[in-house]
Nanobody
Framework: QVQLVESGGGLVQAGGSLRLSCAAS????????MGWYRQAPGKQRELVAT???????NYADSVKGRFTISRDNAKNTVYLQMNSLKPEDTAVYYC????????????WGQGTQVTVSS
């Protein structure tokens, strides 16, 4: 059973920073792309950033220059460093990973709340 467990969300003032983590566990043969998505109240889930197993990262225009995605393949973990946070970054943040286990599929974490106060 593959699971993604997120941590690091919370309440922060505008201009502050948070670091999200997402660890994959279970029987895993390989992890392909990993990423972060977010969903604000009343809005659709949107891509924040993705990172392939090798190659370039990809960011939503709204977070470029402020957020950095990285991964530690030895720990099956992806991170999202969020700096210069804005109230409009408030959302539930979800981790996503394309994992090859006894098959290949996309897995989602349970979500972690990020709230940025003005």
């Amino acid at each position: 059973q593959v699971q993604l467990v997120e941590s690091g969300g919370g309440l922060v003032q505008a201009g502050g920073s948070l670091r999200l983590s997402c660890a994959a566990s279970g029987t895993i043969f390989s992890i392909n792309a990993m990423g972060w998505y977010r969903q604000a109240p009343g809005k659709q889930r949107e891509l924040v950033a993705t990172i392939p197993s090798t190659g370039s990262t990809n960011y939503a225009d709204s977070v470029k220059g402020r957020f950095t995605i990285s991964r530690d393949n030895a720990k099956n973990t992806v991170y999202l460093q969020m700096n210069s946070l804005k109230p409009e970054d408030t959302a539930v943040y979800y981790c996503n990973a394309d994992i090859s286990a006894w098959g290949r599929k996309a897995y989602w974490g349970q979500g972690t709340q990020v709230t940025v106060s003005s």
